[in-house]
């Protein structure tokens, strides 16, 4: 995937995932409408961070290519499940370091040890995001990136 589309890319599934996250985050502890806005925008600058500092998506095709069929409905479900793995992986102790210990003024000693208290919370909510409109949003992100379809 050329440095363009993966830019798009990677800024569409960081909107996608901070309304997801920001969702399940109040439903887990309660909405706090006054901080919906924040919890979204830091959402979304640490994902896009993230995904474009780490290759994740180079990565998820790698295991993916391992263990399926490129181009097989089995091959889009590991790319996916592998690529959000490692997103959360390095996004959930940021995220909660950020609003624990910046936002909240939480000792970090106090927060750290919860960092992944919330994987699967969000884990298993965008698995079945991704597998639903992970596809479109690719595509979507390609168009854009390459309207008349030229490299």
């Known amino acids: 995937m050329d ?6 890319l990677t800024i569409y599934m960081g909107i996608v995932f901070s309304i997801v996250f ?5 439903l887990l502890n309660g909405f706090d409408w006054a901080a919906i806005p924040v919890q ?3 959402g979304l600058v640490v994902g896009v961070a993230v995904g474009l500092i780490i ?3 180079e990565i998820g095709g790698a295991v993916a290519a391992k263990l399926c069929q490129p181009g097989t409905p ?6 996916f499940n592998v690529i959000l793995l490692l997103m959360l992986l390095f996004m959930c102790p940021i995220m909660t370091v950020i609003f624990g210990c910046v936002l909240g003024g939480a000792p970090l000693s106090a927060v750290l040890p919860g960092a992944y208290s ?3 919370p969000f ?14 949003v690719a595509a979507l992100a390609a168009k854009t990136a390459h309207p008349k379809g030229r490299p």
């Open 123 to 136: 884990y298993i909510p965008g698995s079945i995001v991704l597998q639903l409109i992970g596809n479109k």
């Open 74 to 79: 089995g091959f889009t479900f590991v790319m």
């Open 118 to 120: 919330t994987f699967m």
């Open 22 to 26: 920001t969702v399940v985050g109040g």
């Open 55 to 57: 290759p994740v998506g």
């Open 40 to 42: 979204f925008l830091v």
């Open 3 to 8: 440095k363009k589309t993966n830019l798009f």
